[in-house]
């Protein structure tokens, strides 16, 4: 608010409140020759009216009323910019009691939640527990060539997995293809099962600082170039000179390295877009990408029927 404004609405405020206490004042006095529970000489209707001071407590309410006004206005915001002296903030209040009544509601309901999923997961284990293990039993590589298994992995799939790599498993933008047979931290059945239980945290940094805009494009050149696209010589050449900060993670040869989840860059396959922008992007903002743990959401039997049914997604 600017200070006009603010000045505006003190003036406004604490005016009206003077002129109130002075109505109020003049009228608890007698300013007529009438002695008080006299006739003022009107009279209508047969209604005479009389010389009366307000009432006592009336005024006193009043009064006390006015300098209530006053003390809140002194405590809390209400004369234009000033906060108060004790800080309060309708905004704030309004968010913490949103807040705490959310979080009344979401306990509620997760204390009856839980009992009931605790119930209901049980239950559930109970009956197909034994079935899990069953197949769970087997290696991961058997398991990928055995149909019932696949149809169980399947289901897990599609209720845990579709979310973000779609229901075919071919995947989206920032979401890899589960289908193609590339994977970052590895295809093997023991690296997928790996990345199920553990989860995988890729963290492509920026290359900005280190290259600036000219740098970028450069580098950019030379990336594409790995997988045999056709690029500006030129600048493919310098931006080589320059390799060895990416070397390190995608190797001298730019075919990645799956223990550090650095991408294989000549194999024409881009998890954030393989155009000239989508890799200038890369280069100058990074990238970080998580992969969640199933571990505890899934445990190790249906992490390994998943693991078989990812596997066999890239059979042969």
């Known amino acids: 608010m ?172 920032g979401f890899p293809n589960l289908t193609d047979g590339v994977f970052n931290w590895g295809g093997s059945a023991e690296h997928i099962y790996t990345t199920l239980m553990q989860g995988r945290e890729g963290q492509m940094p920026s290359f900005y600082d280190q290259l600036g805009d000219q740098g970028i494009r450069e580098m950019t050149a030379y990336v594409l170039s790995l997988s045999g696209r056709t690029v500006d010589r030129d600048l493919a050449r310098a931006g080589e000179q320059n390799w060895v900060v990416c070397a390190a993670c995608h190797g001298p040869d730019g075919r990645g390295n799956i223990a550090l989840g650095a991408p294989d860059l000549t194999n024409n396959v881009w998890l954030y877009g393989g155009s000239q922008r989508a890799i200038e992007e890369t280069l100058r903002y990074g990238r970080n990408g998580v992969m969640p743990r199933w571990d505890a959401i899934l445990g190790e039997d249906k992490v390994k029927i998943l693991s078989g049914y990812i596997l066999s997604l890239n059979a042969d």
């Open 2 to 173: 600017s200070s006009f404004w603010s000045w505006w609405i003190i003036v406004l405020t604490l005016g009206s409140l003077v002129a109130i206490a002075a109505l109020l004042w003049w009228n608890m006095k007698n300013f007529t020759d009438v002695e008080e529970g006299e006739s003022m000489g009107h009279e209508f209707d047969g209604i005479v009216e009389l010389n009366n001071p307000l009432p006592r407590w009336w005024t006193i309410l009043f009064w006390i009323c006015l300098a209530w006004g006053l003390l809140y206005l002194i405590l809390y915001p209400g004369l234009g910019n000033f906060q108060g002296l004790l800080g309060w903030s309708s905004s704030n209040q309004h968010v913490r009691s949103l807040e705490e009544s959310r979080q009344a509601v979401i306990d509620a309901r997760e204390a009856g939640l839980n009992v009931a999923y605790d119930r209901e997961r049980a239950r559930a284990e109970e009956v197909y527990g034994p079935i899990f293990q069953q197949y769970a039993s087997l290696e991961i590589t058997e398991i990928a060539e055995n149909r019932e298994a696949l149809r169980i992995g399947q289901r897990l799939f599609l209720q845990n997995c579709a979310q973000c790599h779609g229901s075919d498993a071919r995947g989206s933008l």
